[in-house]
């Protein structure tokens, strides 16, 4: 088959030690554009399903977003474990509802378009782009935590490709995904420190 010969086009990625500096310029935009992008990130949603996402899927009683099966591309009902952080960006998203709508676009009546993210990352990382930051967060997971990989997989909304593992793994993982999800959140909005590097005047003799 054509689909088992062709060769695989990755994504250009943000190494995941640029990403916190990158994370923080963006949310202080304060735009649209770049709170879909921001909640992009911190969720490590696709962005099809971060655009089209609606107030009636967000349960901020419990901390989670839910994605109806038609707007995901498994086709599979997905919860997003919500952290304080995701929380933060709705809470500053809301002012701009329309039409229960969580980022709409101008027109109001729709969700805001793929060219309107993708013009903002344009703008701060021509490089990149908006599917290379689930690239970055599962970079991150392999090496900079111990979660396994079936749960760094799972937060991807990835099917497992053992069917008989498959078969017999039927659960979300959502608490286990919680702790990981928090701590990818840790992980953007830590503090960038510099490094210094003191000179000392050598003796004389």
């Keep these: ?6 060769e695989v086009v990755h994504h250009p990625a943000m190494p995941y030690i640029e990403i916190p500096a990158y994370f923080q310029s963006l949310i202080k935009k304060d735009s649209i ?13 696709r962005s099809g399903e971060t655009r ?26 997905f919860r997003v474990p919500l952290t304080a952080e995701a929380k933060s960006i709705l809470k500053t998203a809301k002012r701009f509802e329309q039409n229960g709508f969580v980022f709409p676009g101008l027109s109001g009546d729709k969700p805001i378009s793929d060219t309107a993210v993708r013009k ?15 690239s970055t967060f599962r970079d991150w997971c392999a ?6 990989r079936e749960v760094a997989e799972s937060a991807l ?13 039927r659960g979300d993982l959502l608490l286990k995904r919680r702790k990981l999800m ?24």
Excluded: C
């Design 1 to 6: 088959k054509p689909s088992k010969v062709r």
């Design 157 to 169: 909304a990835h099917a497992l490709e053992n069917k008989t593992e498959a078969a017999y793994q």
């Design 52 to 77: 089209g996402a609606t107030w009636k899927e967000i349960d901020l009683k419990n901390n989670v977003w839910t994605i109806p099966p038609e707007r995901m591309k498994t086709r599979r009902r």
């Design 143 to 148: 090496e900079q935590t111990n979660f396994p």
């Design 120 to 134: 903002i990352l344009k703008e701060t990382h021509p490089k990149l782009t908006t599917h290379g930051f689930r």
């Design 182 to 205: 928090e701590s990818w959140s840790t992980h953007l909005t830590a503090k960038q420190t510099k490094k210094v590097v003191q000179i000392r005047k050598k003796k004389n003799g």
């Design 33 to 45: 554009a770049s709170l879909a992008l921001s909640f992009q990130i911190v969720a490590a949603t």
